[in-house]
């Protein structure tokens, strides 16, 4: 059935309403298993209109889900999502149904599956490609401990680009360890060949006569190795070779079943039952439809991937249109076109973030200079590398926290070689409703300790489109970093002049207390300086830091604060104390940043508050420096 809206009440579900867990599913007919997949399709619909959220993965999956939890013995069995978009049908199937309205929302369900959440998450997800390997140590975790248990992979099409899934393919076929990776393959360009044909091959190969057969041959042939290996190589290169395009599995040591179609759930689960009952390595690819169900997603999966949740009757009535901003990474692919036009040796790489970095129009405009490398931050920037040896000018786009799967690279590939790259460094900070494992939390303090990096953190945008330029036209490995979402508003230049490396820009000038803010922080600190007449500084680098400004503020106030989103431990504040400290320049300083430990989902103004770092927090923590610095005073004079 398709669904051409999304439901603004809960719909009718009488058959989903009686699973409160997976036991109660495998219940059930198999009779009913196609109901329930409307129901739950439906269901989804509803849940993420609600409360916003991914959207067209899981959608694609829903017959996919019970059909896992319907054969498998879950939680046992270990089922394991990939990148986690796909996992919302599971949470609904796991004792979650009636919190999916709260997901993303503080103190609401994650965003992704979490061990502490439930025990049916076995194993966390944010970032790709973990999968596999994360369900091959749980296989061979059961082998070790005797334990009859199955551990399932579910990864995508995109995920199996990285290099980690393929690094683990090739552990996993050596081990001979009992798991089964599910290849959820929604690429349109395969469709045609799922039909009659490809799943009678599915069932004919995952069948138990067939597989019988074929463990009878190995024992009756394996005593004659010239035949053996003839019935072998006949086995893998006419019969699957020629009618499955899985030889590729198979040559890595995998049992390849499919491809067939992940929208029959009678045929998932016969074929799930039949390679249950196989030992070894076995891998089934399915072929899905993303967004599968809901018209609007199906014509367009990329911009349904997720959904902001529908505003209620009242919200609509009385919402009033904000004047548009661009978003910083709007910033960046404007710069991104401007600087391409102005020097052709400019080249763009994103690790599969086309749409989320901003790429769209340099990717039309200059698709020859363009390179989309899939899900795999590794080899983006070592391509970059290779790109720049050749006196080309690189520009990374990625995420913060994803260029922490990189790091290696930036530093043995790109900066000790001192290559001219510069990394635009977007969803720097806390990103909001997809908690932990995506805020970029920790860039500043594993960016600072390299040499020969420059690092710069704008406050606006207009600061952002120079600094991009700046980092562009500097000779060695350069970053800016740059939140999601909107500026302040700032009008931006259209030229792509850079700024003075290392110069900061004191913003307005006071006495007592020093705000040196950095980036993002600059905003949530002007108020708190303006109301008290304190001196703020946008220090706009963060290597190299403006020595000479910072020791000025040092000996002309009481008290310096230093403001980032970025964790307090080795960030920017570290790197100003440990310039103080090399100047035998200490006094009084306090450090204003993340926490050490991770703040949960919510909306990204909640999270600051929770952190401190929004006005009222700055205020009050430098308040409270105050007042523990002067009784400090008043307590050496009574002592003297």
């Not at 049916?120 to 596999?132: E, L, P, R």
């Not at 061979?140 to 005797?146: D, F, R, V």
């Not at 499955?244 to 799930?272: A, C, K, Q, R, S």
Request: hydrophobic residues 40%; aromatic residues 8%; negative net charge.
């Amino acid at each position: 059935m398709i669904f051409h809206k999304i439901p603004e009440s809960r719909p009718d579900t009488p058959l989903l309403d009686s699973i409160d867990r997976p036991e109660q599913l495998r219940q059930m007919s198999s009779a009913t298993l196609p109901q329930l997949a409307k129901e739950l399709r439906e269901y989804l619909l509803y849940s993420v209109g609600q409360s916003g959220g991914h959207f067209g993965a899981g959608l694609g999956v829903v017959e996919l889900t019970i059909a896992l939890h319907y054969v498998f013995n879950t939680p046992e069995d270990r089922l394991v999502w990939d990148v986690g978009h796909q996992a919302y049908p599971h949470k609904i199937l796991t004792g979650r149904r009636e919190q999916m309205p709260t997901i993303r929302q503080g103190g609401g369900l994650a965003a992704f599956p979490r061990r502490s959440e439930s025990e049916f998450d076995t194993f966390g997800v944010g970032h790709s490609s973990t999968s596999i390997g994360a369900a091959l140590g749980m296989a061979l975790a059961a082998k070790q401990k005797g334990e009859d248990r199955k551990a399932v992979a579910i990864i995508g099409d995109g995920a199996m680009t990285a290099g980690m899934a393929f690094e683990a393919m090739t552990h996993a076929g050596d081990s001979g360890a009992d798991m089964l990776v599910i290849l959820n393959d929604n690429d349109m360009s395969i469709s045609e060949n799922v039909g009659g044909l490809s799943n009678y091959l599915a069932r004919l190969l995952s069948s138990p006569s067939y597989n019988n057969l074929r463990n009878n041959s190995k024992k009756i042939l394996g005593d004659i190795p010239p035949v053996y290996e003839l019935a072998k190589k006949t086995e893998e290169h006419l019969l699957k070779g020629m009618t499955t395009p899985g030889t590729m599995f198979e040559e890595l040591g995998f049992n390849y079943i499919g491809p067939i179609d992940g929208h029959n759930v009678e045929l998932l689960t016969e074929t799930l039952a039949n390679m249950k009952s196989l030992s070894g390595p076995q891998f089934l690819h399915i072929v899905t439809k993303k967004g599968k169900g809901f018209s609007p997603a199906e014509a367009d999966p990329i911009g349904y991937h997720a959904i902001n949740k529908l505003p209620n009757k009242n919200e609509r009535s009385s919402q009033t249109p904000k004047p548009s901003r661009p978003k910083y990474s709007n910033v960046f692919g404007q710069w991104l076109c401007d600087m391409a036009n102005h020097d052709e040796r400019l080249v763009g790489i994103t690790p599969a973030m086309r749409e989320g970095s901003d790429l769209i129009k340099f990717s039309e405009q200059f698709p020859e200079r363009y390179f989309d490398v899939a899900i795999a931050e590794q080899h983006a920037v070592t391509l970059a590398a290779g790109l720049a040896c050749e006196n080309l000018k690189p520009v990374v786009a990625i995420y913060s926290t994803f260029l922490q799967r990189a790091y290696d690279q930036l530093i043995h590939d790109v900066a000790i070689q001192d290559l001219d790259v510069l990394f635009a460094i977007d969803r720097a900070g806390l990103v909001g409703e997809d908690g932990p494992t995506h805020a970029g939390s920790f860039d500043l303090a594993f960016l600072r300790c390299i040499p020969g990096m420059v690092i710069m953190a704008p406050s606006n945008e207009d600061q952002t489109r120079k600094m991009l330029s700046t980092g562009y036209l500097y000779e060695g490995p350069a970053a800016v970093r740059y939140p999601r979402g909107t500026g302040p508003g700032v009008d931006i230049s259209d030229d792509l002049s850079a700024i003075e490396i290392g110069k900061s820009e004191t913003l307005l000038k006071g006495k007592k207390v020093a705000i040196l803010a950095f980036g993002s922080m600059v905003e949530a600190a002007r108020g708190v300086a303006e109301k008290h007449s304190y001196t703020l500084i946008d220090m706009r680098f963060v290597k190299p830091l403006d020595e000479a400004a910072i020791l000025e503020a040092r000996t002309t106030h009481d008290l310096l604060v230093t403001v980032e989103e970025n964790s307090i431990m080795g960030g920017a504040g570290s790197a100003v104390n440990e310039f103080l400290n090399s100047q035998y320049q200490t006094g009084h300083i306090i450090n204003l940043g993340l926490p050490d430990y991770y703040v949960e989902h919510d909306k990204p103004e909640v999270m600051l508050k929770e952190c401190g770092l929004d006005a009222e927090g700055i205020d009050a923590a430098i308040n409270k420096a105050l007042t523990a610095f002067e009784g400090k005073q008043v307590m050496s004079a009574v002592a003297n």
